[in-house]
């Protein structure tokens, strides 16, 4: 695929800061970017920043304006992008598009581009909810405009509400589905494929208040989902309990115990090409569950533990013809462990995590890990943020799926 080419606007909202980092995180994803502000965005974000970032020189109110060769910079601007997002989105913004008003560049941009819109709306949250807001959003998204957020949290009036932007990379992400969808048909290295991921802790009850859990944020599992629906595969995620957006494009089952995420996984596994199982399932649950809170008058309570069921060894049976991949977290290096593990999982690939070290693993913004497979031999990938990593891991499945049906096909024939 080329490059997708995508027109940032920017508004004039105290999340304007934030665009700078959706470039960023655009430009990490392959995307040549262009930006565009409204009047009142330079008073948040300076034209030099996100030129630099960029590459490019940024719109401003040249709408009015030929380029010299006879042109008006808003209908080639236009004509290039292959997806628009403006981030902040503010109420104004979206008034003034519902309603058709082209006013500055920006405007007459969107009135004269045909593909794919992305808001990332952000204001106060009594701005969010008048019905004028949401006459507009109902408008815009009747016409097929998409939108991601706004979030719930803390507020530029230091409130907290819904109105919040969502986060530059979740934005990042929601632009990538659009850009190499054409808003309609996917399209990608993965296309046509479907991949199942679960993802995050599970929590086993000890009474209604507390349960055994893991320090697993569902990062790592995430990325991998976003990555692979990013590359145009239908994406199933399993989820435990973690706080976490869901990604573009992906469908999204929340689960709580490790039944549930066991039953989960069985009931979509038949379906996938690609299975891959980043959640840290607990090993152990208590046998017995208390009905009410164990009061701590009556003294430390002994707890009787049983084993949880083992989802990913029982996945070969289930998804015969999946490629499979476990991870391990673990807090020292085993090869010899981690061959034995592989094997008995009956696993393709078994992704090391070393989650001793508080800069990677659990929690952390970074990962590093060793893979082990059936054939060859471990491959490690140095430390990296999770979202980068998680490209790494695709390409790396993508390419033993495709080796496996050449090898079915020379095997046929």
């Given at each position: 695929m080329?490059?997708?080419?995508?027109l940032?606007?920017?508004?004039g909202?105290?999340?304007?800061?934030?665009?700078?980092?959706?470039v960023?995180?655009?430009?990490?994803?392959?995307c040549?970017?262009?930006?565009?502000?409204?009047?009142?965005?330079?008073?948040?974000?300076?034209?030099?920043?996100?030129?630099?970032?960029?590459?490019?020189?940024?719109?401003?109110q040249?709408?009015?304006?030929a380029?010299?060769r006879?042109?008006?910079?808003?209908?080639?601007a236009a004509?290039?992008?292959?997806?628009?997002?403006?981030a902040?989105?503010?109420?104004h913004l979206m008034?003034?598009?519902?309603?058709?008003?082209?006013?500055?560049?920006?405007t007459?941009t969107?009135l004269?581009?045909?593909g794919?819109?992305?808001?990332?709306?952000?204001?106060h949250s009594?701005m969010?909810?008048?019905?004028?807001?949401?006459?507009?959003?109902?408008?815009?998204?009747?016409?097929?405009?998409h939108?991601?957020?706004?979030e719930?949290?803390?507020?530029?009036?230091?409130e907290?509400g819904?109105?919040r932007?969502?986060e530059?990379?979740d934005?990042?992400?929601?632009?990538?589905?659009?850009?190499?969808?054409?808003?309609?048909?996917?399209?990608?290295?993965?296309a046509g494929?479907r991949?199942?991921?679960?993802?995050g802790?599970?929590?086993?009850?000890?009474d209604?208040?507390?349960?055994?859990g893991?320090?697993?944020s569902?990062?790592?599992g995430f990325?991998?989902?976003?990555?692979?629906?990013?590359?145009?595969?239908s994406?199933?995620?399993v989820?435990?309990?973690?706080?976490l957006?869901?990604?573009?494009?992906v469908?999204?089952?929340?689960?709580?115990?490790a039944?549930?995420?066991?039953?989960a996984?069985?009931?979509h596994?038949?379906e996938?090409?690609l299975?891959v199982?980043t959640?840290a399932?607990?090993?152990?649950?208590?046998?017995?569950?208390a009905g009410?809170?164990i009061?701590?008058a009556?003294?430390v309570?002994t707890?009787?533990?049983?084993?949880?069921?083992?989802?990913?060894?029982?996945?070969?049976?289930?998804?015969?013809?999946?490629?499979?991949?476990g991870f391990?977290?673990?807090t020292?290096?085993?090869?010899?462990?981690?061959?034995?593990k592989?094997?008995?999982k009956?696993?393709?690939?078994?992704i090391?995590?070393?989650v001793?070290?508080?800069?990677?693993?659990?929690?952390?913004?970074?990962?590093e890990?060793t893979?082990?497979?059936?054939?060859g031999e471990?491959?490690?990938l140095?430390?990296?943020?999770?979202?980068e990593?998680?490209?790494a891991?695709?390409?790396l499945?993508r390419?033993?799926?495709?080796?496996?049906e050449?090898?079915?096909?020379?095997?046929?024939?």
């Amino acid at each position: 695929m080329s490059r997708p080419r995508v027109l940032l606007g920017v508004t004039g909202g105290i999340a304007a800061y934030k665009s700078t980092d959706v470039v960023r995180r655009l430009i990490e994803r392959g995307c040549e970017v262009k930006c565009a502000l409204t009047r009142s965005a330079g008073s948040f974000v300076t034209p030099l920043s996100l030129e630099v970032l960029s590459g490019h020189a940024v719109y401003e109110q040249e709408y009015l304006t030929a380029n010299g060769r006879g042109e008006e910079s808003h209908i080639v601007a236009a004509q290039w992008a292959d997806a628009v997002c403006v981030a902040p989105a503010t109420a104004h913004l979206m008034a003034r598009l519902a309603l058709g008003l082209a006013d500055d560049f920006l405007t007459t941009t969107l009135l004269a581009f045909t593909g794919p819109v992305l808001l990332a709306p952000a204001m106060h949250s009594d701005m969010w909810s008048h019905a004028a807001t949401a006459a507009h959003v109902e408008t815009l998204s009747n016409r097929g405009v998409h939108f991601v957020g706004p979030e719930e949290g803390p507020l530029a009036s230091g409130e907290v509400g819904v109105g919040r932007m969502s986060e530059p990379v979740d934005v990042a992400e929601a632009v990538m589905r659009l850009a190499v969808s054409g808003g309609a048909g996917v399209t990608g290295a993965l296309a046509g494929r479907r991949v199942l991921i679960s993802a995050g802790p599970t929590h086993e009850p000890i009474d209604p208040v507390r349960y055994l859990g893991n320090r697993s944020s569902g990062k790592m599992g995430f990325a991998l989902a976003a990555e692979a629906a990013r590359q145009g595969a239908s994406t199933t995620l399993v989820a435990g309990p973690v706080a976490l957006p869901t990604p573009a494009g992906v469908e999204r089952i929340d689960v709580t115990t490790a039944f549930e995420m066991r039953d989960a996984v069985y009931r979509h596994a038949g379906e996938a090409e690609l299975i891959v199982m980043t959640a840290a399932v607990a090993d152990f649950r208590p046998s017995s569950p208390a009905g009410g809170k164990i009061k701590r008058a009556r003294g430390v309570p002994t707890l009787e533990l049983e084993e949880n069921p083992d989802i990913l060894a029982g996945l070969p049976e289930v998804a015969p013809r999946a490629l499979l991949v476990g991870f391990a977290a673990e807090t020292e290096p085993s090869v010899e462990e981690a061959t034995a593990k592989l094997a008995r999982k009956g696993a393709d690939f078994l992704i090391w995590n070393d989650v001793s070290r508080s800069d990677i693993g659990f929690g952390a913004e970074n990962n590093e890990v060793t893979v082990y497979s059936r054939s060859g031999e471990p491959s490690h990938l140095e430390r990296r943020p999770k979202e980068e990593l998680a490209v790494a891991l695709i390409d790396l499945f993508r390419d033993a799926l495709e080796d496996r049906e050449r090898s079915a096909v020379g095997t046929a024939g």
